[in-house]
Every structure is written in C-alpha cells, then in structure tokens.
C-alpha cells in the first residue's frame, strides 16, 4: 500500500489484464459478486428515485448489466465495459440495450446521446485519474442529470489524494486499485463542473482474498442546468 499522487496516464496493457480477468468469469460473475457486494441496495433505491419513463441511463463498467438490467423497457440504457465478454452478457440480459466497449479514461463519443442518469459504481477501482473521469461523465450528461459514483476510500492511508493498493496478486497481478481520500474526491467533483448532493462513506464489497471491506465514498451528484 503507498500513496501516490502523481498523474496518471493511459495503460493499455493493464487495460488488457482488466480486460481478460472479466472475460474470463462473465458468464458467472452475478451469482458470485452477490455474495461479496453490499452497494446493490443502495443503486437500486438511486435508480427507483431518478429513473423516469424514456429517460437515458449510462452504467459505467457495466460488467454484466446486473445493475440496470430490470429498468423499465421505455428505459434507454447505455452500458460501457472493457470486457467484450461481460458485454455480451448485459446484451442477452436486456436486448434492447446499448453495449460498447469503452475505457472511462477516455471521452466518451460526441455522436452518442447525452445521459440523464449516470451509475459509476463497482468499477472506478481502476480510475487512475478521478478527475479527468468525472469531467467525460460531466461532459456526457444532459443538464439536470443525476450520477451515483462509487469511489474506494481508503482511510487507513495516511497520506493525501490518491493511494493504491494491489487489486489482485492472484487474478491480476501488477494491477493497482486506486484509492482517493474524501478532499481529493470533492476537489475532482468540483473540478468536473458537477454539484454534490450526498456523501456517505459506506461498505462496497469484500476482498476475500486479502480479507477486508472494500469502502466507497458514495456521491450523488448532479450537473447543474446553464445559469445554475
């Protein structure tokens, strides 16, 4: 575990190890993580209170589709993933669906619609820059949109901003998990353009392999109309 808060570059090779560790589970992966998750509940109240008929929801580090799957069908989701095979299962799960393979790293298309309701929860254990992220979801929100992200908060670590620890030595070895404290998670939503409406420090998932309780920073946050 170390701190670090230098910026954070494009690494396609640890893309493709993320890449292949999902692959290699999709077609299991709900069965098992639900044993292992706690934030299920709390995107599903986020989703009961913001999704309206025929509105646009992006998931982020969609993996399977399990967290948007059961929307309404009048219900637009769009799904982003770095695994082709988690891909394809979200897509069998809800045909009508939108599933591209996309690194949050990077902007989003231009040509794409812009979302009403964003979920970024479970995945930005690998967003080596917070900001930079939050600033393409901004960027792919329509004004008044609502997001719920899910940041690794790590208050064991002393040092400020960003720190990592190892993901996995078994599955992904020399791969981070990257951990922001709760002042460089405000100043990259602040920096994003985006409005902060909740933070709660909660329970995400259990490591089983190194045996602790992942934790989140949990934001609700909206982008303000022009003028707001």
């Known amino acids: 575990m170390h701190g670090d808060s230098g910026p954070a570059g494009a690494q396609p090779e640890e893309n493709e190890?993320?890449?292949?560790?999902y692959d290699d589970f999709a077609p299991h992966y709900v069965p098992g993580w639900r044993s292992l998750e706690h934030y299920g509940p709390l995107v599903a109240d986020f989703l009961l209170r913001t999704v309206t008929p025929e509105c646009r929801v992006l998931d982020?580090?969609?993996?399977?589709?399990?967290?948007?799957?059961?929307?309404?069908?009048?219900?637009s989701v769009t799904g982003i993933d770095l695994s082709p095979r988690m891909l394809e299962v979200a897509s069998a799960a809800r045909p009508g669906g939108r599933y591209e393979q996309h690194d949050f790293h990077d902007p989003l298309p231009?040509?794409?619609?812009?979302?009403?309701?964003?979920?970024?929860?479970?995945?930005?254990?690998?967003?080596?820059?917070?900001?930079?992220?939050?600033?393409?979801?901004?960027?792919?929100?329509?004004?008044?949109?609502?997001?719920?992200?899910?940041?690794?908060?790590?208050?064991?670590?002393?040092?400020?901003?960003?720190?990592?620890?190892?993901?996995?030595?078994?599955?992904?070895?020399?791969?981070?998990?990257?951990c922001y404290d709760a002042t460089a998670q405000l100043d990259a939503v602040t920096a994003a353009g985006l409005s902060p409406w909740s933070y709660r420090f909660v329970p995400a998932w259990r490591?089983?392999?190194?045996?602790?309780?992942?934790?989140?920073?949990?934001?609700?946050?909206?982008?303000?109309?022009?003028g707001q």
């Open 207 to 226: 490591h089983d392999e190194y045996s602790y309780v992942v934790q989140y920073g949990l934001w609700e946050l909206r982008k303000d109309p022009p």
């Open 110 to 178: 231009g040509s794409w619609e812009r979302f009403d309701v964003v979920v970024a929860v479970g995945c930005l254990e690998f967003c080596r820059d917070l900001t930079a992220t939050l600033r393409n979801l901004a960027a792919a929100c329509a004004p008044g949109a609502r997001l719920l992200v899910g940041v690794v908060e790590d208050r064991a670590v002393r040092a400020p901003g960003r720190s990592r620890r190892a993901f996995s030595d078994d599955g992904l070895p020399g791969v981070d998990m990257h």
């Open 17 to 21: 190890a993320i890449e292949l560790y």
């Open 60 to 75: 982020v580090g969609c993996g399977p589709g399990h967290l948007t799957r059961n929307l309404a069908p009048d219900v």
